[in-house]
T-cell receptor, first 115, second 114 residues
Framework: DSGVTQTPKHLITATGQRVTLRCSPR?????VYWYQQSLDQGLQFLIQ???????AKGNILERFSAQQFPDLHSELNLSSLELGDSALYFC??????????????FGPGTRLTVL | AQSVAQPEDQVNVAEGNPLTVKCTYS??????LFWYVQYPNRGLQFLLK??????LVKGSYGFEAEFNKSQTSFHLKKPSALVSDSALYFC????????????FGPGTRLSVLP
């Protein structure tokens, strides 16, 4: 158990809909990262937050957005869903943002299926 | 820009034999290098990392990795493979000049045959 929790575990929805994925980082971790894992694209970094502020942006679509709240949990919002958005969405957390290079601890993921 | 290559989609090895999963990288600054393992229907688990110092890094479950700066490689190794090592392995790099953006390789599926 990594200490990172993600809800829900599975999500099935229809095209055009909007969903919210939730992540709680390990206790004490200030950084949260979101990744999308699909069969054809591999593991893609989406976005990182550190202590409530956006720190780095990867291959995140404009239809997707995220935020990190004062209690450090994070939400990833996916809107106008398309079939191609079906994937595993992982959240990861780490302790530091600068100096050294901590490993990331991954949650179990949310499997999104868009029908 | 950072990039990571894992040249083999699949590696098959017999139980008890040594295994190697290859990784090469490209960064503009000094690399921070990581290996993660993913078991079916699970998230990624951190195995080991290289930041600085000794080029041979030891990690979890008997794995180790060797950093080779001249070949820009960070191959994962284990002296004696177990069937339970069968999983998907990801190499990742973070450039110390590029903030916190981690780049993951495409993954290598390791199958250890009994």
């Amino acid at each position: 158990d990594s200490g990172v929790t993600q809800t829900p575990k599975h999500l099935i929805t229809a095209t055009g809909q909007r969903v919210t994925l939730r992540c709680s980082p390990r206790s004490g971790d200030l950084s949260v990262y979101w990744y999308q894992q699909s069969l054809d694209q591999g593991l893609q970094f989406l976005i990182q937050y550190y202590n409530g502020e956006e720190r780095a942006k990867g291959n995140i679509l404009e239809r997707f957005s995220a935020q990190q709240f004062p209690d450090l949990h994070s939400e990833l919002n996916l809107s106008s869903l398309e079939l191609g958005d079906s994937a595993l969405y992982f959240c990861a957390s780490s302790r530091l943002t600068s100096g050294g290079a901590p490993g990331q601890y991954f949650g179990p993921g949310t499997r999104l299926t868009v029908l | 820009a950072q990039s990571v290559a894992q040249p083999e989609d699949q590696v098959n090895v017999a139980e008890g034999n040594p295994l190697t999963v290859k990784c090469t990288y490209s960064v503009s600054g000094n690399p921070y290098l990581f290996w993660y393992v993913q078991y079916p229907n699970r998230g990624l688990q951190f195995l080991l990392k290289y930041i600085t110092g000794d080029n041979l890094v030891k990690g979890s479950y008997g794995f180790e990795a060797e950093f080779n700066k001249s070949q820009t490689s960070f191959h994962l190794k284990k002296p004696s493979a177990l069937v339970s090592d069968s999983a998907l392995y990801f190499c990742a790099v973070r450039d110390d000049n590029y903030g916190q953006n981690f780049v993951f390789g495409p993954g290598t599926r390791l199958s250890v045959l009994p």
